[in-house]
Structure formats: C-alpha cells, structure tokens
C-alpha cells in the first residue's frame, strides 16, 4: 500500500468515523451524549482529568450530579486509531440493536488502543475481587471489541480515578454497596506510580475500599452486559 493510498484510507477512515458520531449526537438523549463526550478523549493526568456528570450507563449510578465541560479534544497527532479488523469482526458477533451503544464500545475501543502510547513508567499487576455485574461490564465491553480485560479496567481507573489531595470527592464514589453483594470473581488491572496515589488517598483519607471505587467507577462509566458473563473454568489438575 501506497503512502497516498494509506493517507486516502486514513481519511475514509476518519470521516465515516465523524459521520456515525454526528448521527449518534442527532438521535441520542442527553445522558448518553455525555457520556461519549467523556469518552472522546484520553487526558490521563490528575490535573486535566474532569469528572463528567451522571449518565445512564446502568443502574447503580448516581443522580443530581452536577454537568460539567468534557475534556478537550486529542490533538490530530494523537487521534484515537480506527478499529483493527479483529475488533470490527467482534463488533458484527457481538452487534445489538442500540447504536448509541456500539457507537459507545467503538469510543472506549479507541481510547483504550490510543493509551497504549501514554503508558510510562514502571507498572505492577494487581487483581481486585469484584462481583458478577462489575465482572459482566468489563468482560462484554471487552469481548465485544476484542480488548484485554486489564487494558479496559486499567484505562477506566486512569481516566476516571479522582485526583490525590481532593477534598471534595464526587458523590457517586463514595455511595455505599449493599451488604448482600458477593464478591468472588477476580479482575486485573495495571498500577502505575500515579493510580496508586489516587487509590491510596481515597482509601485513607475517606476510607474507602479498593472494590467499592473499582465497582463505583465500572457501573457508572461501562454499559450493563445483555447476560451475566461466567469466568473461565480452571483445568483440573490431573492425578497421575
């Protein structure tokens, strides 16, 4: 492939791509315009992060927050990448009827591909004990767009983890879970220098736990799964 036959993909590319999100801006309702807007870009320090307001992602979100001004938009240079073809592929197996949700799934796909260059710095892996509905949202969003789980939860923590020092956390993190909830599937995600500072000031200063801001973040910014996803079963070590 040609450099102007590249560049005339790229373009193609990027207009269909404007084109389904001038579309999607026309039909949405406002809640869900919000929360693309939040979506569409990928500031991942603490200082340019905002915190979008309430959106109808799922049930467990909270209500009366206050609308703010989304992030601005990435710099051309580091525009999200169109889909591979493995996740244009996922997005037919896994296509639903809503196109304010595929429209969702291909902007958390592209962000989370787009972050793979902003990563620095050393990182660790730590795994949180979550429950079926958090575990659901994460596996679908990644099956549907062919995503490593850990990118995708990595990405949300990133992108959507109050600053360190905040006085004045937003409501919806700091709601409690019911006490009937089960936590028993496990979920990874990648730590950096700078999550682990917003993590730990949450929970010392505010007392939080490390699954509660996972589940809070999960439910209010990734779609509820169609079905609850089962984790994958273990080989059975065999007796000899």
Known sequence: MTKEERAEKEAR????FER???LLR????PSDTRLLKS??????SPAETLEPAAVSAGPSEATGAAEEEPP??????????A??????????????????????????????KARRRHQTGPVRRVLVTVDSDVFSRISHVS???????IEVLSYLLARYLPEAGRTDPPAWIMQERPEEVLNCFH???LEDPEIAARLDWLEHKFGLLKVDIVAAIVTRYLPSAPFVVPPKRRPRRKRL
């Not at 590319?13 to 269909?16: P, T």
């Not at 979506?39 to 991942?44: G, P, T």
């Not at 601005?72 to 990448?81: C, F, N």
């Open 72 to 81: 601005p938009p990435l710099p051309a240079e580091d525009a999200p990448e």
């Open 20 to 22: 389904r999100m001038e």
């Open 143 to 149: 099956h549907a767009r062919r995503m490593n789980k």
């Open 39 to 44: 979506v569409s870009a990928v500031s991942l």
């Open 26 to 29: 026309a039909t949405a309702p």
């Open 83 to 112: 889909l591979s073809p493995a996740q244009r592929a996922a997005a037919r197996l896994y296509a639903s009827d809503d196109p304010r949700l595929e429209s969702l799934l291909d902007a958390i796909a592209q962000q989370v």
């Open 187 to 189: 979920v990874v995600y």
């Open 13 to 16: 590319e990027k207009a269909d």
